[in-house]
C-alpha cells in the first residue's frame, strides 16, 4: 500500500526474463481488480502504457522503461455490468479495457 495515498499496489517480479510490472489494484463494482501503472521493460510488458513518462535504463542492459509507480488511484463512482443470455450459459461480465491492459497481449484487448 502507498502510505501517502492509501493506494493498493500489486508488484510482479520476473527473474527471466528481469522484469517488473506494478499494477494499482482498485475497486470497481465491489471487485477489486488490476490496472497497469508502470513496466520496467516495455518490450516485456503485454499492456501499452500511453500515460506516464517514457525513459532508457541503460544497466544491466538498454531498456524502456514505461509509466509511473507512484501514481495515485481515486475512488470513482463505478457499475458492474452482467449479463445471462440463456439459462445454460454462465453470466457474463463486462470488464473495461484499462483492466485488461497488461493481463493479456495489447492486439486482444
Not at 535504463?57 to 522503461?65: G, S
Not at 514505461?66 to 455490468?81: E, I, M, N
Not at 452482467?82 to 495489447?106: A, N
Request: with cysteine; net charge negative; charged share 25%.
Amino acid at each position: 500500500t502507498d502510505e501517502e495515498s492509501g493506494t493498493l499496489k500489486e508488484v510482479i517480479i520476473m527473474r527471466v526474463p528481469p522484469s517488473a510490472h506494478i499494477f494499482n489494484v482498485v475497486e470497481h463494482g465491489r471487485r477489486w481488480l488490476r490496472c497497469l501503472e508502470y513496466s520496467s521493460d516495455a518490450a516485456l510488458c503485454l499492456g501499452e502504457l500511453v500515460r506516464g513518462p517514457l525513459s532508457v535504463n541503460p544497466k544491466p542492459q538498454p531498456h524502456w522503461q514505461v509509466g509511473d509507480a507512484d501514481v495515485p488511484y481515486t475512488p470513482k463512482a463505478s457499475l458492474l455490468l452482467t449479463r445471462s443470455l440463456t439459462k445454460d450459459e454462465p453470466v457474463q461480465t463486462f470488464v473495461p479495457e484499462r483492466f485488461l491492459r497488461g493481463l493479456l497481449p495489447e492486439a486482444l484487448v
